[in-house]
């Protein structure tokens, strides 16, 4: 478009300042609103990510090919221990710990249950799970040699034992043996979650080895990365320092709990519903704008046509209007509603119950919005992309006028 049209538009829009300030202030409103809730969400989810990662699976796990879907014994990465100490010196992060898995029966003295036992070597995996910190009873695994157990809360009603007692473990090793062992239970975890607290345990990693007679073998090396973002190229690194041969895989985190991400994904979708609401009652008002300041100048448009503008270049002006208005409230809202992303992303966004319930869970009581490009342009540009959109019937409605019709209707 030319700069003549560029200059009429801009021209039109402060005809009527007041209509217009009203318009780009729904737009402003509108488009901080939604800066403000989709980075909150973005943020939300991150935490979310970040709190169930870290409660068990972490960002990457090292696994024989197979073990993901099958969890079978025999599957298992060789020298697990020296592999992760490879790994935290080669990558340079702490945050990197070898596991081994099995199920089993634990007895006390009155009850049996079945359940899943990890052997985590105890210096480590305080820097990749939150489940050390969820203990509320005694203390976490200290000794990678001791025979010493930490079990959830339900569990340890389920056997009515506690701190000091000890329980006897049977299983079947790697090679298909029997498996059996006696230990003491020195702490006890809540981490809120009802079928960790019911069915899961922690032992010392060379305990582990020792009972189920894995001859040094684990199940899986875990890894944390700094940030998501960073998951897959740490990935990348990963699977090139692991031994050629062995036939090891890298899987990221999406791949080891398909259903977070798909849970989060469909409330992404579901949030927009709410969203989508907030972006039609604009677009309506902007086609009301659009809609008054085409029939206030239907005997200019009128004269105008008389002279040999085409209804097209018209509607283009229409178009253009709309689309300067839309841009207005986009750069406002970005500005506003970024300053307020960044302040809540800084000091944090909470309300009242929010920490008691997150510290049931070894959460943080605070939600800090994620600032980034996609929190910041997503809700606006959709604004302005339906502005635009609203503003095509007053713009097609210059099709149908006619010069003489328009300059006598408006007199």
Same mark, same amino acid.
């Given at each position: 478009?030319?700069?003549?049209?560029?200059?009429?538009?801009?021209?039109?829009?402060?005809?009527?300042?007041?209509?217009?300030?009203?318009?780009?202030?729904?737009?402003?409103?509108?488009?901080?609103?939604?800066?403000?809730?989709?980075?909150?969400?973005?943020?939300?989810?991150?935490?979310?990510?970040?709190?169930?990662?870290?409660?068990?699976?972490?960002?990457?796990?090292?696994?024989?090919?197979?073990?993901?879907?099958?969890?079978?014994?025999?599957?298992?990465?060789?020298?697990?221990?020296?592999?992760?100490?490879?790994?935290?010196?080669?990558?340079?992060?702490?945050?990197?710990?070898?596991?081994?898995?099995?199920?089993?029966?634990?007895?006390?003295?009155?009850?049996?249950?079945?359940?899943?036992?990890?052997?985590?070597?105890?210096?480590?995996?305080?820097?990749?799970?939150?489940?050390?910190?969820?203990?509320?009873?005694?203390? @976490?695994?200290?000794?990678?040699?001791?025979?010493? &157990?930490? !079990?959830?809360? #339900?569990?340890?009603?389920? /056997?009515? %034992?506690? +701190?000091?007692?000890?329980?006897?473990?049977?299983?079947?090793?790697?090679?298909?043996?029997?498996?059996?062992?006696?230990?003491?239970?020195?702490?006890?975890?809540?981490?809120?979650?009802?079928?960790?607290?019911?069915?899961?345990?922690?032992?010392?990693?060379?305990?582990?080895?020792?009972?189920?007679?894995?001859?040094?073998?684990?199940?899986?090396?875990?890894?944390?990365?700094?940030?998501?973002?960073?998951?897959?190229?740490?990935?990348?690194?990963?699977?090139?320092?692991?031994?050629?041969?062995?036939?090891?895989?890298?899987?990221?985190?999406?791949?080891?709990?398909?259903?977070?991400?798909?849970?989060?994904?469909?409330? @992404?979708?579901?949030?927009?519903?709410?969203?989508? &609401?907030? !972006?039609?009652? #604009?677009?309506?008002?902007? /086609?009301? %704008?659009? +809609?008054?300041?085409?029939?206030?100048?239907?005997?200019?448009?009128?004269?105008?046509?008389?002279?040999?503008?085409?209804?097209?270049?018209?509607?283009?002006?229409?178009?253009?209007?709309?689309?300067?208005?839309?841009?207005?409230?986009?750069?406002?809202?970005?500005?506003?509603?970024?300053?307020?992303?960044?302040?809540?992303?800084?000091?944090?966004?909470?309300?009242?119950?929010?920490?008691?319930?997150?510290?049931?869970?070894?959460?943080?009581?605070?939600?800090?919005?994620?600032?980034?490009?996609?929190?910041?342009?997503?809700?606006?540009?959709?604004?302005?992309?339906?502005?635009?959109?609203?503003?095509?019937?007053?713009?097609?409605?210059?099709?149908?006028?006619?010069?003489?019709?328009?300059?006598?209707?408006?007199?």
């Amino acid at each position: 478009m030319s700069n003549i049209t560029f200059r009429l538009a801009w021209r039109n829009l402060w005809r009527r300042k007041r209509r217009t300030w009203l318009t780009v202030g729904a737009m402003v409103f509108s488009n901080i609103i939604l800066v403000f809730l989709i980075s909150m969400q973005l943020g939300m989810y991150a935490m979310m990510i970040e709190n169930t990662l870290r409660a068990q699976t972490g960002h990457l796990q090292v696994q024989a090919p197979g073990y993901k879907d099958d969890l079978k014994m025999r599957q298992v990465v060789p020298d697990v221990i020296d592999l992760a100490a490879k790994l935290r010196s080669e990558i340079g992060s702490d945050e990197i710990a070898a596991r081994a898995s099995a199920f089993a029966l634990v007895s006390s003295e009155e009850r049996s249950y079945g359940l899943q036992i990890s052997g985590v070597e105890p210096e480590f995996e305080t820097r990749v799970s939150s489940l050390p910190g969820l203990v509320t009873e005694g203390r @976490f695994l200290e000794d990678a040699m001791a025979e010493e &157990i930490v !079990i959830g809360s #339900v569990l340890a009603r389920n /056997l009515r %034992t506690g +701190l000091g007692d000890e329980l006897t473990i049977i299983g079947s090793g790697r090679d298909g043996s029997f498996a059996a062992a006696v230990v003491t239970v020195v702490g006890v975890f809540e981490s809120g979650m009802p079928d960790m607290d019911r069915g899961f345990a922690e032992v010392p990693l060379g305990f582990f080895q020792d009972t189920f007679y894995m001859e040094g073998a684990g199940h899986s090396v875990v890894v944390m990365a700094p940030t998501l973002i960073q998951v897959g190229a740490l990935g990348g690194r990963v699977e090139s320092l692991l031994p050629a041969g062995e036939g090891l895989v890298v899987h990221n985190w999406d791949v080891l709990l398909p259903g977070l991400k798909q849970a989060i994904q469909a409330d @992404f979708v579901s949030a927009w519903f709410m969203y989508g &609401i907030l !972006i039609i009652l #604009v677009a309506f008002s902007v /086609l009301n %704008t659009q +809609l008054m300041s085409v029939l206030e100048r239907t005997k200019e448009f009128g004269i105008t046509m008389s002279l040999g503008v085409t209804p097209g270049r018209l509607g283009r002006l229409v178009l253009l209007e709309s689309g300067l208005m839309g841009s207005l409230g986009l750069l406002l809202g970005i500005v506003f509603g970024g300053a307020l992303v960044a302040w809540l992303g800084h000091t944090g966004f909470t309300y009242p119950g929010l920490e008691e319930m997150a510290g049931q869970f070894n959460l943080p009581g605070r939600i800090y919005p994620q600032f980034s490009a996609i929190g910041l342009l997503m809700g606006p540009m959709i604004v302005l992309l339906a502005s635009v959109t609203a503003s095509i019937y007053p713009a097609v409605r210059l099709h149908w006028l006619e010069p003489v019709a328009a300059m006598r209707a408006a007199e």
